[in-house]
Every structure is written in structure tokens, then in C-alpha cells.
């Protein structure tokens, strides 16, 4: 009989765990520049942009979710109620802990695109405001760029997005490279006249894409899937249904592969790479790479600092809702979201005093004169509004996660302990917020109905567990997203922040990941990982 000869699995020149907005452009930067690209996707392939079940389909669902607290976590998001529930996760089969007192909304979708199916399509840049304020205030670890450096990697997202916004000339929220200018409602411009008279604050036209069936009632078409143009294009592979549980290591503490479970059969597998770029966001990423423990690292991958998991951060946020004098104008019926909203950038502290009420800043998003579901009740010659207010919460050690030493996730994988909450300048921050909100709307004789306050977790925009720095006592990453305990492992999402900023962080995200992209490439060519 012949000999068999067994072929040896491929090795790929990069691996991407997560498909995401970063992970996806990641895949797309990389593939652009001629490298073999595979990505990891936990969840299905079932969806290329956010959709919307018929309506008695999502109350049906819904209803059997609270019957069953399937989704009891996810639902506290206002996504759930507005996009189809299926694309978040199940409760029951995504179990993390949190100390009692300390709640923490961990929301998640496991799916092709990863969250770029439930984000709100605002696209924002991050300011020196906010670079440099560690520098500035004392609080925290320097940034190891500013804007300059993302600058043209910013414009890369713009020139591959559609992206709707006026440029304003504000240092607070730099200019974009923008297709046009979405129309705001007479409320709307009448509230900003009233703010911007009253208080001399900026008030401007809302920044981002029409991601959300709410941002295109039209039938607009959805914007394009990095992850799916990066498939197109440049020939990446995508294989869904991964679920990533730790990075392989080699005897000389360098990545060669990723393990992941398949999530239908739970049958174990690896792929090699050469190198490893986790994307998976920032907690999980962070799971990860805790669960990456070896005889070189003992403690985790990247963790010889003991950083790894620690500074955890989301937004500190206030809504305040009611109504407003107006009318319904031909802007009613033209959606919200995204770019179709008001926006006032930071206006407080801008020179980052350390002697104020409070460290850092904040901004507002909102939507005045649109559909929603207050609409029927307004009175006459009124409208309803919606304002949101979220702002840079502190990096703070204590704030962390951690593997539960007993417990595991139906893939075998080790669930979370998340011990994080709001400090006393959270908490300030927040108590500036609502005053501010609530004064504004004053100037133009509006009435507030409701405040409410987001708890951690609550504006799905974690930053740290994995930060960059200049110093490898103290971080897990150099400047460029890239592991000092493993060369050839890079970590491009929200884990690799130091630092919080108020802005909405998606777009900075992958202004940050583009910059890692071209240096891993330009490493890997060097032959220096």
C-alpha cells in the first residue's frame, strides 16, 4: 500500500481574532499590503449590516427573552430594542461575575462584523485635548502619540466609510474628510442658536455614517464591511463559528498560532501564524490573552507587568429626555443616529486643569424634532428630545478583570470576574452632566421628563485591560499595539488604550489599528518578528 503522507496545516502570515470594526480593518490594512490573512470569528455568518425583524417578530422574541432571562444583560442596551435581539449573546451561555455593588454591563454580539452590527455610526476623532492630558493633569499613563500621528490613518477610515459631518474648525473634535452634511430639524437648529446664545457653546451637526436602519429610512444602502471588502479585495479568509481560547506559544516565548473551539461541534483546533493580532475588544481580548499562560508566561501573555487586565474604562454617561417647543418639520421622518443629531463637542476644561471639581471632559450627542417612540406624546406644539451626555472616565488599576479560577464558558474557556466602578470624579463628571444638559434645555423653555445615569459598561465603549506605554514594567504594549513580552503579538482594539478620552472611541479605534497595521508590516518584512 502507498504511505499516506499527511499535508501540514498552513501557516498564515497573520491570524485576526475578532472581525470587528478593528479586527476588520485590520484584516483590510494587512491584506491591502500583500500579507495571507486569516480572521477568527466566534459567531455565525449570517448578517453583512444591522437589520430589523418585523416588528411583531422582535416583540415575540422579546417577550421570550424576559420569559426566560435569556437576554436579561443585553437588554439593558438600547440596540436590543431597536435592532434585531439575535444578534447579542445569550445571557446563560456568557456568564461573568461582579462583586455585589459593583455592576458592570458587559454587552456582546457574536457575529460577522462583531459590534460594527449594533454601533450607533458616530465617527468622531480623538483630540491632544485628550492625548496630552496625561501629560497635563498628572493622571495616568502618556499616550504614546497624538494626533498628528493618527492623523492620516483617521482619513483612511473617512475614505473608506461614507462619512457625513460639517467641518467645524474645533480643536476639540478635529476635521474629518466628509460626502455631506446630514439636515437637522427646526428644533434642532433653533436649540442651537439657544445654547450656543446662552452659553457660548459650540453646537453642531452630528459626525458618522448611516450605519443604523434608523439613520437610513429610506432604504439608503448600508455602508461597507471592512472584514467583507477585505475579503474582495485582497483575498483574506474568514473562518466564523471560532471561538478563540488562548494564544500557542513556541519554546522562545513567541507566538506561532491561535486555539479556538468550533462553537457548534466544541471540537478543539489551531491554526498557525506568524503573527497573532488579537482584536476581539477589549475585554475579551484581554480573556485572552490571560488565558495565554505558559511556562514563559506564568501569569498570562504580555503580563510580565501585571498590568494585563487592569485600567479598565467605559464612559460615564447621563441621558436627560423630555420635550421641547417645535414642530414637526420635513426633517421629522428622515431618521436619527449616526451623523443625524446634534452634537456639542467639550467645552469644559480644555487645558486639562489638575485643581477643578473634576479631571478631564465630557460630550453631548442628541437628536430634537425626530421619530422616536415619546413622539405620541407630545403636547401640542412641542417635539421630544433626547440628549446624552458621556464623558473620559480615569484609568484606575482597581478597576480589573480576571479569570474565575473554577468556573467555564460552554467552549471550556474560563468566565470573567469584572471589578470596576465609577470614582469621585466619575461621579462629578456625571453631576456636571445632568446641570449642563438640563440648563441648555432651559434656554429654549424645553421640559425635562427624565435623567437617567449609565452604570460601567452601560455606552459599550471599553478601553484598557491590555495599555500601551513607553515603559515595559508598566505596560503590556509598546506605541504601536504591539506586546513586549511576545513581538510577533498585537493587540489593535480598546484594550490597547491608556487612556479613556470622552470622544466615541470606534473611529480611533481603527485610526490606531491602521497605525499598528503598517508597522507590523513593516516589522515583519525586517525580519524583526
Known amino acids: 500500500m502507498p504511505i499516506e503522507i499527511q499535508k501540514r496545516a498552513p501557516v498564515w502570515d497573520a491570524v485576526i481574532v475578532g472581525s470587528g470594526a478593528t479586527g476588520g480593518w485590520a484584516a483590510y490594512q494587512l491584506g491591502k499590503r500583500g500579507l495571507n490573512v486569516l480572521v477568527l470569528e466566534a459567531g455565525p455568518d449570517e448578517m453583512d449590516a444591522p437589520g430589523q425583524s418585523p416588528e411583531f417578530a422582535m416583540k415575540a422574541l422579546r417577550m421570550f427573552d424576559r420569559v426566560l432571562r435569556r437576554r436579561r444583560v443585553q437588554s439593558r442596551h ?3 430594542w431597536e435592532l434585531d435581539p439575535r444578534l447579542f449573546v445569550l445571557d446563560r451561555e456568557h456568564p461573568y461575575e461582579t462583586p455585589p455593588g459593583k455592576d458592570f454591563n458587559w454587552i456582546r454580539t457574536r457575529s460577522v462584523n462583531g459590534r460594527l452590527l449594533t454601533w450607533g455610526g458616530v465617527g468622531i476623532r480623538t483630540s491632544d485635548h485628550e492625548f496630552e492630558a496625561p501629560l497635563q493633569d498628572g493622571f495616568g499613563a502618556p499616550w504614546p502619540f497624538g494626533y498628528k500621528e493618527l492623523h492620516p490613518h483617521f482619513d483612511e477610515v473617512d475614505d473608506f466609510f461614507p462619512v457625513y459631518g460639517e467641518r467645524d474648525g474645533l480643536s476639540s473634535i478635529p476635521d474629518g474628510k466628509y460626502v455631506g452634511v446630514a439636515r437637522l430639524t427646526d428644533a434642532e437648529r433653533e436649540f442651537q442658536r439657544g445654547a450656543q446664545a446662552a452659553f457660548g457653546r459650540p453646537v453642531v451637526s452630528g459626525r458618522g455614517i448611516l450605519i443604523r436602519p434608523s439613520a437610513r429610512p429610506n432604504g439608503e444602502a448600508a455602508p461597507p ?9 485582497f483575498g483574506v479568509s474568514l473562518r466564523a463559528n471560532a471561538v478563540a481560547s488562548h494564544v500557542l506559544v513556541g519554546p522562545d516565548g513567541k507566538a506561532t498560532g491561535v486555539a479556538f473551539v468550533d462553537r457548534v461541534t466544541k471540537r478543539t483546533e489551531e491554526v498557525q501564524a ?5 482584536c476581539a475588544s477589549a475585554i475579551e481580548s484581554a480573556r485572552i490573552l490571560l488565558n495565554s499562560r505558559s511556562g514563559h508566561h506564568p501569569r498570562g501573555l504580555g503580563n510580565s507587568s501585571g498590568a494585563l487586565g487592569c485600567y479598565l474604562m467605559d464612559h460615564p454617561g447621563v441621558a436627560v429626555i423630555g420635550f421641547v417647543p417645535g414642530r414637526r418639520d420635513e426633517v421629522w421622518s428622515d431618521g436619527y443616529g449616526g451623523p443625524k443629531n446634534v452634537m456639542i463637542p467639550r467645552f469644559h476644561n480644555m487645558t486639562n486643569r489638575a485643581d477643578g471639581a473634576f479631571l478631564r471632559g465630557y460630550g453631548t450627542h442628541g437628536m430634537l424634532g425626530r421619530v422616536s417612540a415619546k413622539a405620541r406624546d407630545c403636547d401640542a406644539g412641542e417635539v421630544p428630545f433626547a440628549l446624552v451626555s458621556h464623558g473620559e472616565m480615569l484609568p484606575r488599576i482597581e478597576n480589573h478583570i480576571s479569570l474565575h479560577p473554577d468556573k467555564q464558558d460552554p ?10 466602578a465609577y470614582s469621585d470624579n466619575e461621579r462629578a463628571l456625571q453631576t456636571h452632566m445632568a446641570e449642563s444638559l438640563k440648563e441648555m434645555i432651559a434656554s429654549v423653555r424645553g421640559r425635562v421628563t427624565g435623567t437617567f445615569d449609565y452604570p460601567p459598561g452601560g455606552f459599550v465603549h471599553e478601553m484598557g485591560t491590555a ?3 513607553a515603559d515595559a514594567r508598566t505596560s503590556v504594549l509598546n506605541g504601536y499595539a504591539q506586546c513586549w513580552d511576545a513581538p510577533n503579538v498585537f493587540v489593535m482594539d480598546g484594550a490597547a488604550w491608556p487612556s479613556g ?5 470606534t473611529f480611533t479605534m481603527m485610526a490606531i489599528a491602521g497605525r499598528a497595521s503598517a508597522h507590523l508590516v513593516e516589522e515583519l518584512k525586517a525580519g524583526r518578528i
Open 78 to 80: 438600547q440596540a436590543y
Open 501 to 505: 478620552a470622552w470622544q466615541n472611541p
Open 467 to 469: 495599555r500601551m506605554g
Open 274 to 278: 506568524r503573527v497573532v493580532v488579537v
Open 411 to 420: 467552549w471550556g474557556i474560563p468566565t470573567l470576574r469584572i471589578d470596576c
Open 225 to 233: 464591511s471592512p472584514l467583507r471588502e477585505a475579503m474582495r479585495k
